[in-house]
């Protein structure tokens, strides 16, 4: 399973921005745990946060949470990354994740190839 990420751009802070993430040819994208990560330059990974298969549950990094949400529209085979009051700090590639056990970092073995967000200042 790919997950595709579109969205990024290069804004400026304080502005929004939302990222999607779809998987093109799956069936059964309702079966999907779907989560967030991003890299800066010279940077680990850092893990965002994720959406259960149902949507029921949602988890957030320390670093975004009240700032950014995750949701999902499955109707469309779509998760959603909304990012509001953007900081410099945020620029990153964003990548896509998805996996069939958890929510958590560990969970996911499977990233798509990610959307360069900027944020100036």
């Known amino acids: 399973v790919s997950p595709v990420e579109s969205g990024g751009g290069l804004v400026q802070a304080g502005a929004s921005l939302r990222l999607s993430c779809t998987l093109p040819?799956?069936?059964?994208?309702?079966?999907?745990?779907m989560g967030w990560s991003r890299q800066a330059p010279g940077k680990e990974r850092e893990f965002l946060g994720a959406i259960s298969w149902s949507g029921g549950r949602t988890y957030y990094g320390d670093s975004v949470r009240g700032r950014f949400t995750i949701s999902r529209s499955d109707d469309k085979n779509t998760v959603y990354l909304q990012m509001n009051s953007l900081k410099p700090e945020d620029t990153a590639v964003y990548y896509c994740g998805v996996n069939p056990y958890g929510m958590q970092s560990k969970d996911f073995g499977s990233w798509g190839q990610g959307t360069q967000v900027t944020v100036s200042s």
């Open positions: 040819a799956e069936r059964s994208f309702s079966n999907w745990n």
